[in-house]
């Protein structure tokens, strides 16, 4: 068993950059691939970036790509997610999720943390 807690959410300005942390409980964490997913008001929840188990293999939305950077530190049981130069469309909440095997799958991951949110104002 995973608990997940999401940290670093905010109010910034287009242009500005956060970081989001993701603090797992349970020694087991450092075998999870870990992903972070966003949902937006009346939208899905969808695929933001994923790390494996390792850190060796990471992957990004298209949409993040360049921007967003996922990592991890196992010693801590924390996964981060650096976003840079933000825009209002990132606006959204966002997951921080842990154990999937299809690493982009919404369904495929059974421990989530409870949100935080981020928005941009443009």
């Known amino acids: 068993q995973v608990q997940l807690v999401e940290s670093g959410g905010g109010l910034v300005q287009a242009g500005d950059s956060l970081r989001l942390s993701c603090a797992a409980s349970?020694?087991?964490?450092?075998?999870?691939?870990t992903g972070w997913f966003r949902q937006a008001p009346g939208k899905e929840r969808e695929f933001v970036a994923a790390?494996?188990?390792?850190?060796?293999?990471?992957y990004y939305a298209d949409s993040v790509k360049g921007r967003f950077t996922i990592s991890r530190d196992n010693p801590k049981n924390t996964v981060y997610l650096q976003m840079n130069s933000l825009k209002p469309e990132d606006t959204a909440v966002y997951y921080c999720?842990?154990?999937?095997?299809?690493?982009?799958?919404?369904?495929?991951?059974?421990?989530w943390g409870q949100g935080t949110q981020v928005t941009v104002s443009s």
């Open positions: 999720a842990a154990g999937g095997s299809q690493l982009l799958s919404v369904t495929d991951y059974p421990y």
């Open positions: 349970g020694r087991t964490f450092s075998i999870y691939n």
């Open positions: 790390i494996n188990w390792n850190g060796g293999n990471t």
